[in-house]
């Protein structure tokens, strides 16, 4: 894909504004496990130099910043308008750790330090193969000695299904002049979901049109949208002098909707683990990864140690194992008995006095792998009751007040039904639950206020009561 595409991407971003989304793969405190998995130690993201490349209107960036004041936090798109946005909401949300530049990556000098951790999610498939080779070339350049970039991609193995009906419909759209979704709903209703063909492809559309035409526009239908296959990533990384550690998230290393069998089927290629990686893709039909990239020189080590694994904070993942052996439930009873906290695994030592800890540091692990365990390089805990005056923090409130979605402890992106931003940019901690209750009952009364305050409160929102 060459840069005859450019003046289209930077007319796309400059006349829509990009959704704003955060993308919790692309978190630091969950990408330093990944590394370490991988046999990299990074600097802890607390007091870390973190870049963001293509970081639209800031909405990933911003909440890290908030999170670790003492990191230094960079953020730079092409599109101006996404640019001012970034620095609008941090200055409405008083945050002085971050700074947004809107430049070209292929002229984009960041100056000073190099930095511990380079994120660019949603960008190496939408630009040019120009643009894609320069962030390569950029990452290597400007990463610290033991720092990771963390970039997302598309999959050709995926998305050689998706990209078919994508030209069927741009096809069909010149003839007939339609819209995009009418014509996504007459190419589905063509298809025979009786016959294994027909019913994928209504499978594949159906995916699409859930999407909705905003996201359509600047992801199946993208003036780029360039899917790669994982060797030829690797390969250009290599090239450039990176090196491939490992996926964001450790249960995708191998990916998780492959089953048991499957995973055994892969045993003789046990040898040959790119290719093994291209099958896994090949047999999932794998669209999207995210994965961690370090310099070919950095100080790597063989991966993580029994000792690494108690240096890791732990949670329970949203599936529990069945027919684990007693040590094994007993580790999952103890994990869900802190949830929703994210604890030091040492605590979870400490909780099981009698569990070998040998025993325990290969259980956490394999939960890691399988995604039973997720995994953080920083404790977190939070009470999951609403507080007498919920108070959402700063950035939450401004962009509450923006109607924009929040960001979770997680950094999972919520969004809200227009009417329940009223309610969430009152909470600035003068007002009680029942207050809110009553202003809710006023301006949206289909909204149930107890189970919502307690939803969120679940989710970390709220800033804890003054002691
Ligand atoms: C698909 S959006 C992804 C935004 C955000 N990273 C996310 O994942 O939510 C791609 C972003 O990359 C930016 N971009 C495209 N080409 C660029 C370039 N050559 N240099 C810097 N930014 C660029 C666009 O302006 C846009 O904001």
């Known amino acids: 894909m060459q840069s005859s595409a450019d003046p289209l991407v930077r007319q796309l971003y400059q006349n829509h504004s990009y959704p704003a989304m955060s993308h919790p793969l692309a978190d630091p405190a969950v990408t330093a496990v990944a590394a370490r998995l991988g046999g990299l130690t990074s600097a802890h993201p607390r007091q870390a130099r973190i870049l963001e490349i293509g970081c639209a209107s800031g909405h990933n960036l911003l909440p890290l910043a908030k999170r670790w004041p003492q990191s230094e936090c960079i953020g730079m798109d092409l599109t101006e308008k996404a640019i001012t946005d970034a620095r ?28 511990d951790y380079i994120i660019a999610h ?183 140690t029994s000792d690494g694994v108690f240096n890791l904070a732990v949670r329970a993942g949203e599936v529990t194992p069945t027919g684990t052996a007693p040590l094994g439930n007993t580790f999952y009873q103890t994990l869900a008995a802190f949830a929703p906290a994210c604890v030091p695994m040492l605590e979870i030592l400490a909780a099981m006095p009698d569990a070998d800890r040998n025993a325990l540091a290969r259980l956490a692990f394999d939960g890691i792998n399988r995604g039973y365990i997720r995994p953080r390089i920083e404790p977190l805990r939070f009470d999951p009751r609403p507080p007498e005056r919920p108070c959402l923090n700063p950035l939450l409130l401004a962009c509450a007040r923006r109607n924009l979605p929040l960001v979770d402890v997680w950094h999972m992106p919520c969004a809200f039904p227009a009417g329940h931003y009223q309610i969430l940019a009152a909470m600035d901690g003068t007002r009680t639950c029942t207050e809110l209750a009553a202003l809710a009952h006023a301006r949206c009364p289909e909204l149930a206020v107890e189970p919502w305050l307690l939803h969120l409160a679940g989710r970390g929102f709220f800033v804890p009561d003054e002691a």
């Open 122 to 304: 949603g960008f190496f498939s939408w630009v040019p193969d120009e643009a894609k080779l320069a962030l390569l070339d950029f990452c290597r350049r400007h990463l610290a000695p033991a720092g990771i970039a963390t970039v997302s991609f598309n999959l050709a193995a995926g998305w050689a299904h998706r990209l078919p009906v994508v030209a069927m419909a741009r096809d069909l759209q010149q003839v007939t002049g339609g819209g995009l979704i009418e014509t996504l709903h007459l190419l589905r209703d063509t298809s025979d979901g009786t016959t294994p063909h027909g019913g994928h492809v209504r499978w594949i559309i159906d995916d699409m049109l859930a999407k909705g035409p905003d996201i359509l526009a600047f992801d199946d239908f993208g003036p780029v949208n360039d899917p790669w296959p994982f060797d030829q990533f690797v390969l250009a990384a290599a090239r450039a002098g990176l090196r491939w550690l490992g996926e964001s998230d450790p249960a995708e290393n191998i990916p998780s909707a492959l089953g048991n069998s499957s995973r055994a089927a892969l045993g003789p290629l046990a040898a040959h683990p790119l290719h093994a990686q291209l099958a896994a893709d090949f047999a999932i039909g794998r669209t999207f990864r995210s994965g961690v990239l370090c310099r070919d020189d950095a100080p790597t080590h063989p991966g993580l």
């Open 88 to 115: 609008q909401l941090a200055a409405a949300a008083g945050i002085v750790n971050a700074t947004f530049h809107a430049a070209d990556l292929r002229e984009f000098d960041p100056g000073g330090e190099p930095f």
